[in-house]
Structures are given as C-alpha cells and as structure tokens.
C-alpha cells in the first residue's frame, strides 16, 4: 500500500537529477504533489530551474510552491520530466491517466530523451491491464461511437464519471475520458496504435517506449528499473 513516505522517498530520488538551468516537465498525481512540495522547497533555497506542468493540478502546486512556469511553445525540448504511473511492466512500459492527464502527459514526455517515472511498488505488474483498464481521452460528440467500437473489438468501456460534479469527468482539453478493459494486453506498441487510429480518440494512457527510468518505493526502501 502505497504510503507519504515511499512518495517522499521516490521524489526525492527523482529531485537528485534536477540541476541548475533545467527546463524540466512535470506530471501530474499524488505522487508528483510529493515531488513538487520538495522542488518548491529546493526552489526558495536558490535552485534554478524552469517547470512546463501536464495538468490545472501540476500548474497550481508549481506555482503555490513559487517554481517558475513555462510552456512547451518557450521551450519545446526539456532536460528531463518527472511523472507517476497507475501500471509499471518490467519493459518500463505504462499506463498512465488515473487522474485524467494523460494527452498532455504524453506530450510533455514525448518532449525529452528523459522521462523519470515515480511509483509506489503496487504499481509493477507483470502484464499491463493487470490492475486497471487504459484509459482513452475522447472528443465529447464521439464517445458513444468510440466506446461501440472498442466493445465491439472485445473491451468493457465505462465513462469515467466525475466526483464534486454531476456526469461525465471533463479533462483539462474539455473532453471525456473512456476506461476500456481489454481481455489481455497482449502488445501495448499495437494497441496504442490502433486505439489512435479510431476517429474521435485524441490520446490514450500507453506510453510504450518512454520511459528511461522508474524509481518504484515502498516504506522501506527504493528499487531502479532501467530501460533495457
Ligand atoms: C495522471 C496520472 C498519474 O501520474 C497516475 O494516475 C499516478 O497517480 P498517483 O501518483 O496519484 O498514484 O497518470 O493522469
């Protein structure tokens, strides 16, 4: 079960690779709230460095802890990004979009040969689809026909319902989000493809192939996966 301290633990791992004139990104989560509280920290005692965020959330915390913010349209290439994971396979391929982020999660990350992932370790699965269904961001008008066809290719697609709001979670792009259950996730490549090929998906939560490192805690102590 994931604690504060194996949270602490993984930012703080995360925090040793942030120096002096970075531009870095910053995902969005429980677990980078953690790492951002200790940026703030390491900010306000002279660290300078510049944040693009993936969320409102991210932005919000970044700001309140006085990091300076900028955007991808400054600087489109970043020295690193820093984010959590809902699964972690051991080829260091993810879902990601627990918390709805996922579109510009993946843009952020797709903007550094750098992507640090931090997890508690619940989050490592043999096979992704263990725990959890992908998650899809869909353009409003298109979810009925997007959830029709991924059920008719075999997936349970339940709309994410929001909580402090009647209906639907709206993502920060203003869109729906799909939980869609396959039966097995044989290939994550593929399928992240082909959920992209459908008419009305904007991005869906495979990030396969992006992250060069996974910090993964627990109350005790701390394990590295590498990219192979
Ligand atoms: C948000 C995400 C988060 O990184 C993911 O849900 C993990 O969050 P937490 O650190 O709270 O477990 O993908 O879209």
């Known amino acids: 079960m994931a604690n504060i301290e194996s949270k602490r633990r993984v930012a703080l791992a995360a925090l040793g ?3 002096d004139g970075m531009v870095i990104g910053v995902g969005t989560g429980s677990t980078v709230s953690c790492f951002i509280e200790i940026l703030g920290e390491r900010v306000r005692e002279g660290l300078k460095i510049l944040a693009v965020p993936t969320s409102h959330q991210s932005a919000i915390l970044l700001a309140e ?12 290439s970043l020295d690193l990004v820093v984010d959590g ?4 396979d051991l080829d260091l391929n993810l879902i990601k979009g627990g918390g709805a982020a996922l579109t510009q999660e993946k843009i952020v990350a797709s903007a550094t040969e ?13 096979r992704l689809g ?12 298109a979810w009925k026909l997007v959830k029709y066809k991924l059920e008719k290719k075999g997936a349970k697609v ?4 929001g909580m402090g709001k009647a209906g639907p979670v709206v993502t920060d792009n203003g869109n729906f989000i799909l939980d869609v259950n396959f039966p097995e996730i044989r290939n ?30 627990n109350d005790k102590d701390l394990k590295v996966l590498r990219k192979k």
């Open 188 to 217: 994550p490549d593929n399928l992240e493809r082909e959920l992209n090929s459908i008419p009305g998906i904007v991005e869906n939560g495979l990030f396969v192939g992006l992250a060069e490192l996974v910090y993964v805690g």
């Open 158 to 161: 339940v709309l994410r319902e």
């Open 65 to 76: 802890q006085g990091v300076p913010l900028t955007t991808l349209t400054e600087h489109p």
């Open 114 to 126: 750098c992507l640090i992932i931090i997890v508690d370790s619940s989050k490592v699965v043999k």
């Open 85 to 88: 994971a809902d699964e972690v």
């Open 17 to 19: 690779h942030v120096k």
């Open 130 to 141: 263990e725990t959890r269904g992908v998650p899809v961001e869909v353009i409003p008008m």
